[in-house]
């Protein structure tokens, strides 16, 4: 998302003016449909190394504890995805390509003399 929002922002929304939130939403809708397509092989993978779904009846997937553990698993799960698709900022610089510097104080010019005559 990171990147497919920088990205926008730099080629596309350059061009077409759009502000860096919009290209931060074109970035999410990239990222969303990636992840809905990349789903059934993340699931596939899953399955390779031994994690299976477990075998539940319906009436055990209506307990409470079985929705809790559901949404709180879906919730990590999204948690997780979302960090691990900041790592590209650790690579990312400013616009300008520099580091950004603190700000050093000006030096005073010296005093005005004023003179009577």
């Known amino acids: 998302m990171i990147v497919a929002g920088e990205y926008i922002d730099v080629t596309i929304g350059a061009a077409l003016g759009i502000s ?4 931060a939403a074109l970035g999410n ?5 990636a992840g809905v397509g990349s ?3 993340i699931e596939t993978l ?24 559901t949404g709180l698993g ?5 948690s997780l995805g979302c960090i691990i698709g900041m790592l590209p900022l650790l690579f990312f610089r400013n616009k300008d ?6 700000e ?5 010019s010296p005093p005005a003399s004023s003179s009577s005559v």
Do not use: C, F, H, N
């Open 29 to 33: 809708l990239i990222s969303d449909v």
């Open 74 to 78: 879906r919730a990590i799960g999204i």
């Open 46 to 69: 899953v399955s390779r190394i031994g994690i299976r779904t477990p075998d539940i009846t319906p009436a055990q997937s209506d307990l409470t504890s079985v929705r809790w553990a």
């Open 20 to 23: 860096t939130m919009a290209a």
């Open 104 to 108: 050093k104080p000006k030096p005073e």
């Open 97 to 102: 390509g520099e580091e950004e510097e603190e």
């Open 39 to 41: 789903a059934g092989y």
